[in-house]
């Protein structure tokens, strides 16, 4: 009996017609990344072990994607000793593109210049639920700037999200705080020493509501005082620098908070002088529960389309520490390829020339007129147009039916009346309109 062929849960195919509307995502977003000097980079799909454990919180250390040594190394255990997949596992398919970046610029420091611009646009493994939106196999498009702490980098992200957005047709809304603020907050209801417990639950608030994250809230350990303090803060109101004013008056006794407030009120200074044309709001329930981050962090939300975020990132201050290279501040966001893909189909924002991959058919109506077609062809390709010619000489229905089914806009006649007057036939095949061309003048079709 055949096996019914079949793929992980989480995973996709990605036939002809979609892989062209994800390569007009890869290439619209990488041509910005190179407008603003970011170097193109590739890490390996797994990583060792040791580099990925403790670097995204104890949630995120479950969702890590272990690999078996080998299939040997495993011959002769029962499935208990299978089970203890730690001692036998020594790699992990990457998580993010941010740890190993910060395993890159470690191993590499002595041949890189500071600060080091790089993006980077491969796919990462998560063992999470599968779900719209989420996958367990997907793409992210990186792009970090690691060896400076100015936050004109962080300026130049928000300017990054603009374009990158724009060009794509997205409405969005970027969502900014700051973990400094985040630490202030701790500090200001008294419990700094539980700052993990509160970012990890706040930034849960828009998906299980206010009720909810109070609830866990109390089960990490805060008392009903802590969580009564913490509420009002997290329903501030007003435009940025009047949340930031409020907040200032809340968390003024926490030195670390206010530097996160004269961080904030600084980029949203250059953000204004410079005319970013972005919808951002301070929320200071973001607190994306990465360890690593410890400044400004990023979200980007689509605002005409419900998904989760398809944007995010931040600033990380010591990430390559934890490799040996101790402050290096670095900053950077993530473009969620998937996301922004699925937001594009359901606004129908793809353009029309992304949905073919050949603009131009000619038929196939026998040896001379191939040998006729075959000269023209090749100066439309020369002239940068995707061209082919059906194989066989089929009947001409046949054809014109596989050019409608791969939605080629033209088609190319040349028959025996066609080799007489040296005259082409041209059928646009979305309007159905037909003209006769000089055959010098068909290669014109690469310029429409």
Not at 192 to 214: R, S
Not at 306 to 311: H, L, R, T, V
Not at 364 to 375: F, I, P, T
């Amino acid at each position: 009996m055949a096996q019914k062929p079949s793929i992980p849960k989480g995973t996709r195919d990605f036939s002809p017609a979609e892989m062209m509307r994800r390569t007009y995502i890869f290439e619209t977003i990488k041509r910005v990344f190179r407008t603003y000097g970011y170097a193109p980079l590739e890490t390996p799909s797994m990583e060792n072990l040791s580099t990925l454990l403790g670097k995204y919180g104890d949630e995120g250390d479950k969702l890590l994607f272990k690999i078996l040594n080998s299939g040997d190394y495993a011959a002769g255990l029962n499935d208990e000793q299978i089970r203890q997949a730690s001692k036998i596992c020594e790699k992990g398919l990457r998580y993010d593109l941010t740890v190993p970046f910060a395993r890159y610029v470690v191993q590499h420091q002595s041949e890189i210049t500071f600060p080091f611009k790089r993006y980077q646009v491969q796919p990462v493994w998560r063992a999470d639920r599968p779900q719209k939106g989420r996958y367990r196999e997907f793409y992210q498009c990186d792009v970090d700037v690691i060896g400076s702490r100015s936050l004109l980098n962080e300026v130049e992200l928000i300017e990054i999200v603009e374009r990158v957005f724009a060009l794509l047709g997205i409405g969005v809304t970027l969502k900014m705080n700051n973990r400094k603020i985040l630490y202030g907050i701790a500090e200001a209801i008294g419990h700094a020493d539980k700052m993990m417990d509160i970012t990890v639950a706040i930034d849960k608030l828009e998906k299980i509501g206010l009720d909810n994250v109070k609830a866990e809230l109390a089960e990490r350990g805060l008392d009903e005082e802590a969580i009564a303090k913490l509420q009002p803060i997290l329903e501030l109101s007003g435009t940025n620098a009047e949340k930031l004013q409020k907040l200032a008056d809340v968390i003024s006794c926490s030195e670390t908070g206010m530097k996160g407030i004269e961080e904030m009120t600084e980029i949203f200074g250059y953000v204004e002088d410079a005319d970013i044309n972005l919808r951002i709001e301070l929320d200071l329930s973001l607190a994306r529960g990465l360890n690593y981050y410890t400044g400004a962090i990023f979200e980007v939300k689509a605002e005409d389309f419900a998904i989760g975020s398809i944007c995010g990132g931040g600033r990380y201050d010591d990430l390559t520490g934890i490799f040996g290279l101790p402050n290096t501040s670095g900053v950077g966001i993530s473009f969620g390829a998937d996301r922004i893909y699925d937001v594009m189909v359901g606004l129908d924002l793809f353009p029309e020339e992304v949905d073919f991959t050949t603009k131009v058919m000619f038929v196939n109506l026998g040896k001379e007129e191939v040998l006729e077609s075959l000269k023209i062809m090749r100066k439309l390709r020369l002239a940068g147009a995707a061209t082919e010619i059906y194989p066989e000489p089929a009947k001409m229905k046949k054809q014109m039916e596989y050019a409608n089914r791969r939605n080629i806009p033209y088609v190319v006649i040349i028959g025996s009346n066609e080799l007489q007057e040296r005259k082409a036939t041209v059928k646009n095949m979305r309007t159905g309109e037909q003209m006769s061309v000089d055959f010098c003048e068909v290669s014109d079709l690469a310029y429409l």
